[in-house]
T-cell receptor, first 114, second 112 residues
Framework: KAGVTQTPRYLIKTRGQQVTLSCSPISGHRSVSWYQQTPGQGLQFLFEYFSETQRNKGNFPGRFSGRQFSNSRSEMNVSTLELGDSALYLC?????????????FGEGSRLTVL | KQEVTQIPAALSVPEGENLVLNCSFTDSAIYNLQWFRQDPGKGLTSLLLIQSSQREQTSGRLNASLDKSSGRSTLYIAASQPGDSATYLCAARTGGGNKLTFGTGTQLKVEL
């Protein structure tokens, strides 16, 4: 059974550009959440989608956005990139979409902003 | 606001030793607590999930306990091996949805 798949794994962008990251959850999982990991701030919650609806949102500026498709695949977008957006972006999926399910993470997309 | 702390930040032990990693959280109204392992440059691997109604969970050489009243969880690793070397993270789920609040992790090194 395939795990959570994130693409691309690595990417380099320059300030001011925008980026789109993709996440395919484990088959049958309907909840997808996104996290940012940096050495200084650790792991921080970005947002969560369940059945194509955003359920939760973390404390990030509006430049960070996401969406979920009918097949549960999700994308996140960061516009007007800043140096501080350099991070490992992790996607997690969960079967139940309720408050007790186990989260499974992908390998992440490492973004470098120059 | 939930805050999660992990002590120690780093730990180095000889192979074969039993060890305990600590996780503290400020809001005891959690739904569950999950322990993860992260290898350098990799994603997170789920180790154990403890629901709020449970006291402990076991998987192989790993045992995690949860004490909601004191805001603590521990991860016990028996007979440590070099392959256990990684960063261990705990995360608490508070409130609706799949929003996790993570600790800063304990970086474990098991030496031959």
């Amino acid at each position: 059974k395939a795990g959570v798949t994130q693409t691309p794994r690595y990417l380099i962008k320059t300030r001011g550009q925008q980026v789109t990251l993709s996440c395919s959850p484990i088959s049958g999982h309907r909840s997808v959440s996104w996290y940012q990991q940096t050495p200084g701030q650790g792991l921080q919650f970005l947002f969560e989608y369940f059945s194509e609806t955003q359920r939760n949102k973390g404390n990030f500026p509006g430049r960070f956005s996401g969406r979920q498709f009918s097949n549960s695949r999700s994308e996140m977008n960061v516009s007007t990139l800043e140096l501080g957006d350099s991070a490992l972006y992790l996607c997690a999926s969960s079967l139940q979409g309720v408050d007790t399910g186990e989260l499974f993470f992908g390998e992440g997309s490492r973004l470098t902003v120059l | 606001k939930q805050e999660v702390t992990q002590i120690p930040a780093a730990l180095s032990v000889p192979e074969g030793e039993n060890l305990v990693l600590n996780c503290s959280f400020t809001d005891s109204a959690i739904y569950n607590l999950q322990w993860f392992r992260q290898d350098p440059g990799k994603g997170l691997t789920s180790l154990l999930l403890i629901q709020s109604s449970q006291r402990e969970q076991t998987s192989g050489r790993l045992n995690a306990s949860l004490d909601k009243s004191s805001g603590r969880s521990t991860l016990y690793i028996a007979a440590s091996q070099p392959g256990d070397s990684a960063t261990y993270l705990c995360a608490a789920r508070t409130g609706g949805g799949n929003k996790l609040t993570f600790g800063t992790g304990t970086q474990l090194k098991v030496e031959l």
